[in-house]
């Protein structure tokens, strides 16, 4: 257990659909970032907050968007889901600017 | 963030040292270099990192160049759990920046 909790661990849903995605950071890490993995791509960086605020924007598209709330849980909102939406998604969190990112386990997304 | 360059994939015996290199020639003065892996879909696990002087933890050595321009990770007894894919990232370690993943060397270790 990495500290780093990821729910659901899977979810198929159609297209079309809306999802939430939700992940705890370890305790006492106020950063969490949003990775998204699939076959053909790799892990790709969507977007990062800190202590509850939009701090950095990787290759999100508009279909998503992400919050972080005061106790610093946060959550990637996916609509108008395609195929293509199907991958992994990861989050992370970190202590300090020079330490390591832990990961969760991911949340399996599969669109139908 | 600077540029990395690894093998696309290596074996090593189990038991054996694993050394994984990476290339980092564009590295600039304040950037890290970190190691992660990644098992199988699971989510990537950080093992270490450095900017200037080798390291070692628990789980692996990294030496760093002179020049820092290129870094290698050893695991000095490799298990079968030791497969993976592991990345070489280099970035800077304050403000608020993201880890750029390449597409890593996979490691595969034989028995």
């Known amino acids: 257990d990495s500290g780093v909790t990821q729910t659901p661990k899977h979810l198929i849903t159609a297209t079309g659909q809306r999802v939430t995605l939700r992940c705890s950071p370890r305790?006492?890490?106020?950063?969490v970032y949003w990775y998204q993995q699939s076959l053909d791509q790799g892990l790709q960086f969507l977007i990062q907050?800190?202590?509850?605020?939009?701090?950095a924007k990787g290759n999100i598209l508009e279909r998503f968007s992400a919050q972080q709330f005061p106790d610093l849980h946060s959550e990637l909102n996916l609509s108008s889901l395609e195929l293509g939406d199907s991958a992994l998604y990861f989050c992370a969190s970190r202590t300090g600017v020079n330490d390591g990112y832990t990961f969760g386990s991911g949340t399996r997304l599969t669109v139908v | 963030d600077a540029k990395t360059t690894q093998p696309p994939s290596m074996d090593c015996a189990e038991g054996r040292a694993a050394n994984l290199p990476c290339n980092h020639s564009t590295i600039s003065g304040n950037e890290y270099v970190y190691w992660y892996r990644q098992i199988h879909s699971q989510g990537p696990q950080y093992i270490i990192h450095g900017l200037k002087n080798n390291e070692t933890n628990e789980m692996a050595s990294l030496i760093i160049t002179e020049d820092r321009k290129s870094s290698t990770l050893i695991l000095p007894h490799a298990t079968l759990r030791d497969t993976a894919v592991y990345y070489c990232?280099?970035?800077?370690?304050?403000?608020?920046?993201?880890?750029?993943f390449g597409t890593g060397t996979r490691l595969t270790v034989i028995p």
């Open positions: 305790s006492g890490d106020l950063s």
């Open positions: 990232i280099v970035r800077v370690g304050t403000g608020a920046n993201n880890l750029f």
């Open positions: 907050y800190y202590n509850g605020e939009e701090r």
